[in-house]
């Protein structure tokens, strides 16, 4: 079946450096890969997504990158700020109508003042 | 916008009784929504696809006799976990869709619920 493996599962920077979580998947079909962060106790909250017929999104310090030959995509973090700090998912979904997103297992980041 | 709300935000119950959890689209109509469970520390587990007016459909190994959802309106679904065990115990996020070929979820607040 469907599969999203995310890496790593913790993930600990210091304050001002950059934090990378890297995400691959199965099912070839995907064409829409979202990101999104999570408190503890909160409900999840998007941060960013991609589209298969783009390779690159930015917006502000988060970008996302996606490899759709390796079935590759990441999130980047640059200037992380200690309310970076949560846990991050990554997820796969053919779109459509009935847009089943597949979770990964999520990263939890830890950014040091 | 695009504001979803889950009630109620804590429940506890005792073992062998049900219990209803309400997920409402409070600004836009959502044709699908969809339930989730999420243990401690772990990922979300999509467990059904809600579409209004229709049955929904389960994710292989949830049992649709247990977890018994009901999308009555484009603005409401319910789930109720009937004669719930402590293994239940979990919390559970909903999410929606306001429409056909809109990509992006709305996730709800989430629902603790402890059965003693």
């Known amino acids: 079946g469907e599969n999203v493996e995310q890496h790593p599962s913790t993930l600990s920077v210091q304050e001002g450096d950059s934090a990378v979580i890297k995400c691959t998947y199965s099912?070839?079909?995907?064409?829409?890969f979202p990101w999104y962060k999570q408190e503890l106790g909160k409900r999840p909250q998007l941060i960013i997504d991609i589209r298969s017929n783009v390779g690159e999104k930015k917006d502000q310090r988060i970008a996302v990158t996606l490899n759709k030959t390796a079935k590759h995509f990441s999130l980047h973090i640059t200037e992380t700020q200690p309310e970076d700090s949560a846990v991050y998912f990554c997820?796969?979904?053919?779109?459509?109508?009935?847009?089943?997103?597949?979770f990964g297992t999520g990263t939890l980041l830890a950014v040091q003042p | 916008g695009a504001v979803v709300s889950q009630h109620p935000s804590r429940v506890i119950c005792k073992s062998g009784t049900s219990v209803k959890i309400e997920c409402r689209s409070l600004d836009f109509q959502a044709t699908t929504m969809f339930w989730y469970r999420q243990f401690p520390k772990k990922s979300l587990m999509l467990m059904a696809t809600s579409n209004e007016g229709s049955k929904a459909t389960y994710e292989q190994g949830v049992e649709k006799d247990k977890f018994l959802i009901n999308h009555a309106s484009l603005t409401l679904s319910t789930l109720t976990v009937t004669s719930a065990q402590p293994e239940d115990s979990s919390f559970y996020i909903c999410?929606?869709?306001?429409?056909?070929?809109?990509?992006?979820?709305?996730f709800g607040p989430g629902t603790r619920l402890t059965v003693t």
């Open positions: 099912d070839s079909a995907s064409n829409y």
């Open positions: 999410s929606a869709l306001s429409g056909q070929g809109i990509y992006e979820q709305y």
């Open positions: 997820a796969a979904s053919r779109g459509g109508a009935t847009n089943k997103l597949i």
